[in-house]
């Protein structure tokens, strides 16, 4: 065998018990009848699972089909359609738990493996690299979801909810998107912000998080602006675009600007934002540092309580 070969069958094995079909049915008509499928992966030893909110949502009952076949009936612990994610829990034995990693750690380029149930064919291994890093993407319901990994991993409908593992067979990204009719582009949450979102879900079957509007990337800062302004960041948020009527649109901040402080702290990641945004006390007025050319500007955003 050779050993990249062996390198993705070791990884997969790591994980493969604790990945999960997901069978969903919906009331036509009076009776409950097949509405979909996807992907999932249990991530506590009492059962908790993460999969989509597009593959859960509006069902009516969800079925959960293990590595040994067995199936069993899921409860919907909580859904943030903002993220696209669904925490489900499971009563049963016989699976094993994945093991969460950092996505923190990931590079452009790096090598990883998709898992899933693509047209109900159980258990699909795909492998490609991480293209890029830090996306913020249009979900399929037309939310913006931050956070996450762009990667060539091929993806297909029943993916969803499917975790993307490292070689050493840990979880960085809940997959949850293709574009259609693209090739070698598919999307993944990363999993520091999907922590962040089950601790909520599980806690309080919702999550808290303000709204601003943004569209963002994360890309490095240039050397000579970042040593003439002083700043403590190695990379910063590009403002790829800005929603109409949001937070956002009626803060001096523009299109082209790059975000180096919100609050008063430094971010240089998306989750950082993500975690400043779940603080309930952070729907007030916001500082903002953004570097615009070469100027670094400082202005005031109001972030407001996500309601839909």
Do not use: C, W
């Not at 693509?118 to 291994?125: D, F, I, K, R, S």
């Amino acid at each position: 065998m050779d050993p990249y070969s062996q390198m993705i069958i070791d990884a997969v094995a790591r994980v493969k018990n604790a990945v999960v079909k997901i069978d969903v049915y919906k009331n036509v008509q009076g009776k409950l009848r097949t509405a979909g499928s996807g992907s999932g992966f249990i991530f506590s030893s009492d059962g908790f699972i993460f999969t989509n909110f597009h593959v859960v949502n509006g069902a009516e009952k969800i079925m959960v089909s293990l590595l040994n076949e067995n199936e069993i009936e899921a409860t919907l612990v909580g859904k943030d359609p903002d993220t696209d994610l669904a925490i489900l829990k499971i009563y049963s034995e016989g699976y094993s738990v994945s093991k969460l990693g950092n996505a923190d750690n990931l590079q452009i380029g790096q090598l990883v493996i998709a898992i899933g149930n693509p047209m109900g064919y159980q258990h699909t291994v795909t492998t490609g690299v991480i293209s890029a890093l830090g996306r913020t993407l249009r979900s399929q319901n037309g939310m913006l979801v931050d956070n996450v990994i762009q990667s060539d991993a091929a993806l297909n409908p029943g993916n969803s909810g499917g975790p993307m593992i490292t070689t050493d067979g840990e979880v960085v990204g809940v997959n949850t998107a293709i574009i259609q009719g693209a090739q070698g582009l598919s999307f993944s949450v990363d999993i520091n912000t999907a922590k962040e979102v089950a601790n909520q879900l599980i806690k309080n079957g919702k999550v808290f998080k303000a709204y601003l509007g943004f569209q963002l990337q994360e890309v490095t800062i240039n050397a000579r602006v970042k040593r003439h302004h002083h700043l403590a960041n190695e990379k910063g948020l590009f403002v790829v675009n800005i929603e109409d009527d949001s937070p956002a649109a009626f803060s001096q901040v523009k299109a082209g600007d790059i975000i180096t402080s919100f609050n008063n702290k430094t971010v240089e990641t998306l989750h950082q934002l993500f975690k400043e945004l779940t603080k309930k006390e952070i729907l007030t007025m916001v500082d903002i540092s953004v570097i615009r050319h070469t100027e670094l500007l400082n202005v005031s955003i109001f972030p407001i309580q996500k309601t839909a």
